[in-house]
């Protein structure tokens, strides 16, 4: 059912903000690399819930379909991060006045996060829980390597990048402070925002890897995608 709510979230987002996507992205002539990066943000982020509400509630799925797809959501949310990083870095840099310092840094800190990543991608296994009764339906994440070490490090290694990442642009705003500045006033509070948000949604993954019983372990790994 996290799943499933977050699903109708994703939709419901989609539906609510189509009308200024046609007037701001469809209408202007030219894609930029920002729009390029939104939209791979946009359009892959249905996708992948696709695969995981057919994943956990199909009971027809047998145990071949589940290690086939298992993946799948997992590297579509690597290349929705990706993007989304790639905003976020592209972001910093301007704000930065185009230092090249910076570019560098970030850029390295998104490198060694896609690393962690992949590392934790390549020890991903299917969960049996037939065997639970059948009451129990669903494709659900395990690894080979118990207990689920690489999976919680992905979600550590994403809470260090955006804290980096929004910490940086919070002090370049404050930095401007004297400008009285609508815009950086917006990119203040909305980034204080997302890093408390991600926050809150990285550290319960990290507790229900560490703590949930293994048909439960990626219960709300769904959110962490919005």
Same mark, same amino acid.
């Given at each position: 059912?996290?799943?499933?709510?977050?699903?109708?979230?994703?939709?419901?987002?989609?539906? #609510?903000?189509?009308?200024?996507?046609v007037d701001i992205?469809?209408?202007?002539?030219?894609?930029?690399?920002? $729009?390029?990066?939104?939209?791979?943000?946009?359009?892959?982020?249905?996708?992948?819930?696709?695969?995981?509400?057919?994943?956990?509630?199909?009971?027809?799925?047998?145990?071949?379909?589940?290690?086939?797809?298992?993946?799948?959501?997992?590297?579509? @949310?690597?290349?929705?991060? #990706?993007?989304?990083?790639?905003?976020?870095?592209?972001?910093?840099?301007?704000?930065?006045?185009?230092?090249?310092?910076?570019?560098?840094?970030?850029?390295?800190?998104?490198?060694?996060?896609?690393?962690?990543?992949?590392?934790?991608?390549?020890?991903?296994?299917?969960?049996?829980?037939?065997?639970?009764?059948?009451?129990?339906?669903?494709?659900?994440?395990?690894? @080979?390597?118990?207990?689920?070490?690489?999976?919680?490090?992905?979600?550590?290694?994403?809470?260090?990048?955006?804290i980096v990442i929004?910490?940086?642009?919070?002090? @370049?705003?404050?930095?401007?402070?004297?400008?009285?500045?609508?815009?950086?006033?917006?990119?203040?509070?909305?980034?204080?925002?997302?890093?408390?948000?991600?926050?809150?949604?990285?550290? $319960?993954?990290?507790?229900?890897?560490?703590?949930?019983?293994?048909?439960?372990?990626?219960?709300? $790994?769904?959110?962490?995608g919005l």
């Open positions: 059912m996290f799943a499933l709510a977050a699903f109708v979230m994703v939709i419901y987002d989609f539906l #609510l903000t189509l009308g200024d996507e992205i469809w209408k202007r002539e030219g894609f930029s690399v920002v $729009t390029c990066l939104w939209c791979v943000n946009r359009y892959l982020t249905p996708l992948s819930y696709a695969v995981i509400i057919v994943a956990f509630h199909d009971p027809r799925w047998s145990d071949t379909d589940c290690e086939r797809w298992i993946r799948y959501p997992q590297i579509l @949310r690597l290349v929705i991060f #990706l993007s989304l990083g790639g905003y976020f870095v592209l972001r910093l840099y301007a704000l930065w006045g185009r230092h090249k310092n910076v570019l560098w840094l970030s850029c390295m800190l998104m490198i060694a996060f896609t690393g962690v990543k992949i590392w934790a991608i390549l020890d991903m296994e299917a969960l049996k829980v037939g065997y639970e009764g059948p009451q129990y339906v669903g494709c659900f994440v395990a690894t @080979r390597h118990p207990p689920y070490v690489r999976y919680v490090y992905t979600y550590v290694s994403e809470v260090v990048f955006d929004m910490a940086a642009t919070i002090y @370049r705003c404050y930095t401007f402070r004297g400008l009285n500045s609508p815009l950086l006033s917006i990119l203040k509070r909305e980034s204080f925002l997302y890093l408390l948000i991600i926050m809150i949604v990285s550290l $319960t993954n990290v507790l229900m890897f560490c703590l949930a019983p293994p048909n439960m372990k990626n219960l709300v $790994t769904s959110f962490s």
